[in-house]
């Protein structure tokens, strides 16, 4: 335990699914590695809620992927894409705080 | 029919891709063409304003090559979301630029026009006959968001792509469109199982985005038969893998294993995915499952204003320090300053990149390292004239507004422009996100066959 998901991950990207919701997809590099995240429930609600310091009602699913070895999380976009005061039209750079994450 | 075969040229039309990747395609004597031309990952300005996000050199570009081989061997041609986000006037500008190449290189084309724009008082007469629900996360929808939208489309099903096919054109022109289905519904017709023409259409549609490197200017080959479909990259510098199949399988979507489409789902659950050589994958096992009531997908955007910003960059640590008290500040001037325009009438946002530019209230981390900040004043009003104005006098009172300890006293703020406020136009808001139920997927997409080109026109 305590190494930091990088070391682990192929792949970690936010995008839109949608104008109303963000997509993130953390893809392992190791089937192994990929079963023990999902079997110990390490990704999970109150995690995401702290990291991004939102209800956990807004988080909209957790899905882990098994063909792509990859868990989905998907929250709601706190303002629809492109909206007066939204930032990233695309939702192609909110997964930096999924970085701290250590497992 | 014992299989088809797909060439997806790029992952938006009008992005381009290698002559050598779409000729070696070719070779493969594909049965279509086809082309996803749209999204509304742009954001809500396209699809409100009528414009495209691709510029039109680049769609021509990508068009002439296509329709040309297209012709020659005697295939046709389906562009899914013409014009980006596939209403009226995006349909139209498609249609323009497939004229002009059809005049241009002398070719006769039959071309299939489907509409995807729907009239408000059409939506007005779903809404009151509860035809429409919201889908998650937004609300239920409201009567005035419908009148004050300024477009709505519906993103179509295969089936009025299958019934332009019937009428045997060279070029197929959809609205907006479902992103697989352009790719999926000549498979459906020649009796391919939906659940997998869909799926196969869903990695098409990206072109090359699924391969390893991945990459949306380059082309990928789909081979349908009964039971399975096998990808191949068309560059030889890509591959496709398992894994890189199977990770854009869950690429913007929220739930992977379920694809809500028009009429029914995409069901991955018992789908594989299996390395057959070193640059092909075959999937297996994805199956369609209609919905009991056919539904379609609306997007609707409406007009909100008119925006003015003005970029600057501050350097000076003593004002780095307070940069939160003196945003708020600023906003309060402004307030007071404009003590008589209705607070309603505009809005004020400041954006400080390198400090939570990108990600706003999202942002973990609270304190400040960065040794200069990039900092946009935005205006949006009601009109254009009191957007300027709003950003003109924020602007002028950041710059020589008196912080605490403030020892730079010439001015607060560096500005990378003159003139310093820009002027960016109308400014859209993405407002219907909902489900429509429809008795006629064929009929609430209307067709038009057009001929065009040939020595006799234009």
Same mark, same amino acid.
């Given at each position: 335990?305590?190494?930091?998901i990088i070391?682990y991950a192929e792949v970690i990207r936010s995008k839109n699914a949608g104008p109303y919701e963000l997509t993130f997809d953390i893809i392992f590099k190791d089937r192994?590695i990929y079963e023990?995240v999902k079997?110990?429930k390490l990704i999970n609600k109150?995690?995401i809620?702290?990291?991004?310091?939102?209800?956990?009602?807004?988080i909209s699913s957790i899905i882990f992927f098994e063909p792509a070895r990859a868990v989905k999380i998907t929250i709601v976009r706190?303002?629809?894409a492109?909206?007066?005061?939204?930032?990233?039209?695309y939702g192609a750079q909110q997964h930096?705080?999924l970085l701290?994450i250590?497992? | 029919?014992?299989?088809?075969?797909?060439?997806a040229?790029?992952a938006i039309?009008?992005?381009?891709?290698?002559?050598?990747?779409?000729?070696?395609?070719?070779?493969?004597?594909?049965?279509?063409?086809?082309?996803d031309?749209?999204s509304t990952d742009?954001?809500?300005?396209?699809?409100?304003?009528?414009?495209?996000?691709?510029?039109?050199?680049?769609?021509?570009?990508?068009?002439?090559?296509?329709?040309?081989?297209?012709?020659?061997?005697?295939?046709?041609?389906?562009?899914?979301?013409?014009?980006?986000?596939?209403?009226?006037?995006?349909?139209?500008?498609?249609?323009?630029?497939?004229?002009?190449?059809?005049?241009?290189?002398?070719?006769?084309?039959?071309?299939?026009?489907?509409?995807?724009?729907?009239?408000?008082?059409?939506?007005?007469?779903?809404?009151?006959?509860?035809?429409?629900?919201?889908l998650y996360p937004?609300?239920?929808?409201?009567?005035?968001?419908?009148?004050?939208?300024?477009?709505?489309?519906?993103?179509?099903?295969?089936?009025?792509?299958?019934?332009?096919?019937?009428?045997?054109?060279?070029?197929?022109?959809?609205?907006?469109?479902y992103d697989p289905?352009?790719f999926a519904?000549?498979?459906?017709?020649? %009796?391919?199982?939906?659940g997998l023409s869909l799926h196969m259409g869903k990695i098409l549609e990206c072109a090359s985005i699924a391969a390893d490197p991945g990459s949306g200017?380059?082309?990928m080959?789909g081979?349908?038969?009964?039971?399975?479909f096998?990808l191949?990259p068309?560059?030889?510098?890509r591959k496709c893998t398992e894994t890189s199949v199977a990770a854009h399988t869950l690429y913007e979507k929220s739930n992977p294993y379920e694809l809500l489409g028009? %009429?029914g789902i995409i069901d991955l659950r018992e789908t594989k995915f299996k390395q057959?050589?070193?640059?092909?994958v075959e999937v297996k096992g994805s199956r369609f499952v209609?919905?009991?009531?056919?539904?379609?997908k609306?997007?609707?955007?409406?007009?909100?204003?008119?925006?003015?910003?003005?970029?600057?960059?501050? !350097?000076?640590?003593?004002?780095?320090?307070?940069?939160?008290?003196?945003?708020?500040?600023?906003?309060?001037?402004?307030?007071?300053?404009?003590?008589?325009?209705?607070?309603?009438?505009?809005?004020?946002?400041?954006?400080?990149?390198?400090?939570?530019?990108?990600?706003?209230?999202?942002?973990?981390?609270?304190?400040?390292?960065?040794?200069?900040?990039?900092?946009?004043?935005?205006?949006?009003?009601?009109?254009?004239?009191?957007?300027?104005?709003?950003?003109?006098?924020? !602007?002028?009172?950041?710059?020589?507004?008196?912080?605490?300890?403030?020892?730079?006293?010439?001015?607060?703020?560096?500005?990378?422009?003159?003139?310093?406020?820009?002027?960016? %136009?109308?400014?859209?808001?993405?407002?219907?996100?909902?489900?429509?139920?429809?008795?006629?997927?064929?009929?609430?997409?209307?067709?038009?066959?057009?001929?065009?080109?040939?020595?006799?026109?234009?």
């Amino acid at each position: 335990m305590g190494k930091p998901i990088i070391e682990y991950a192929e792949v970690i990207r936010s995008k839109n699914a949608g104008p109303y919701e963000l997509t993130f997809d953390i893809i392992f590099k190791d089937r192994k590695i990929y079963e023990r995240v999902k079997e110990n429930k390490l990704i999970n609600k109150n995690l995401i809620s702290r990291l991004y310091g939102i209800e956990k009602d807004q988080i909209s699913s957790i899905i882990f992927f098994e063909p792509a070895r990859a868990v989905k999380i998907t929250i709601v976009r706190p303002l629809s894409a492109g909206a007066p005061g939204e930032r990233d039209v695309y939702g192609a750079q909110q997964h930096v705080p999924l970085l701290s994450i250590e497992i | 029919m014992e299989e088809i075969r797909v060439l997806a040229p790029t992952a938006i039309l009008g992005y381009g891709f290698p002559l050598e990747s779409f000729n070696r395609g070719l070779k493969y004597k594909p049965d279509i063409i086809a082309v996803d031309a749209g999204s509304t990952d742009p954001g809500p300005y396209y699809l409100g304003s009528g414009n495209s996000f691709t510029d039109r050199e680049a769609v021509k570009r990508d068009l002439r090559i296509m329709i040309k081989a297209a012709k020659e061997l005697n295939i046709p041609v389906l562009v899914g979301t013409a014009g980006g986000s596939g209403g009226r006037p995006h349909l139209e500008w498609c249609k323009d630029i497939v004229v002009e190449i059809a005049q241009k290189e002398g070719l006769n084309l039959t071309v299939a026009l489907i509409n995807a724009e729907f009239d408000k008082d059409y939506i007005v007469d779903q809404y009151n006959r509860g035809n429409i629900e919201p889908l998650y996360p937004v609300a239920p929808l409201d009567l005035n968001e419908i009148i004050s939208s300024t477009r709505i489309v519906g993103q179509m099903g295969i089936e009025p792509i299958i019934k332009a096919l019937d009428r045997e054109v060279d070029v197929i022109l959809a609205g907006r469109a479902y992103d697989p289905t352009v790719f999926a519904a000549p498979a459906v017709k020649a %009796g391919f199982p939906e659940g997998l023409s869909l799926h196969m259409g869903k990695i098409l549609e990206c072109a090359s985005i699924a391969a390893d490197p991945g990459s949306g200017s380059d082309c990928m080959l789909g081979i349908l038969s009964k039971d399975s479909f096998i990808l191949e990259p068309l560059n030889k510098k890509r591959k496709c893998t398992e894994t890189s199949v199977a990770a854009h399988t869950l690429y913007e979507k929220s739930n992977p294993y379920e694809l809500l489409g028009p %009429g029914g789902i995409i069901d991955l659950r018992e789908t594989k995915f299996k390395q057959i050589d070193n640059r092909r994958v075959e999937v297996k096992g994805s199956r369609f499952v209609k919905n009991e009531k056919y539904t379609i997908k609306l997007e609707g955007a409406k007009m909100i204003g008119y925006r003015t910003i003005s970029i600057a960059g501050t !350097r000076d640590p003593i004002m780095i320090e307070q940069i939160d008290s003196i945003i708020a500040d600023v906003k309060e001037m402004a307030k007071e300053n404009f003590a008589n325009i209705k607070a309603e009438d505009y809005q004020l946002f400041f954006r400080v990149y390198g400090k939570n530019g990108v990600m706003g209230d999202l942002e973990p981390k609270s304190k400040l390292l960065s040794h200069e900040l990039g900092i946009i004043i935005e205006a949006i009003a009601l009109t254009q004239e009191l957007a300027n104005t709003i950003c003109s006098f924020t !602007r002028s009172a950041m710059l020589h507004y008196g912080y605490d300890g403030r020892i730079a006293t010439a001015g607060n703020l560096a500005f990378p422009y003159s003139p310093s406020d820009i002027k960016t %136009g109308e400014v859209y808001q993405f407002n219907i996100n909902h489900l429509l139920e429809i008795d006629n997927p064929v009929e609430a997409f209307p067709l038009e066959i057009i001929k065009v080109g040939g020595e006799n026109d234009g």
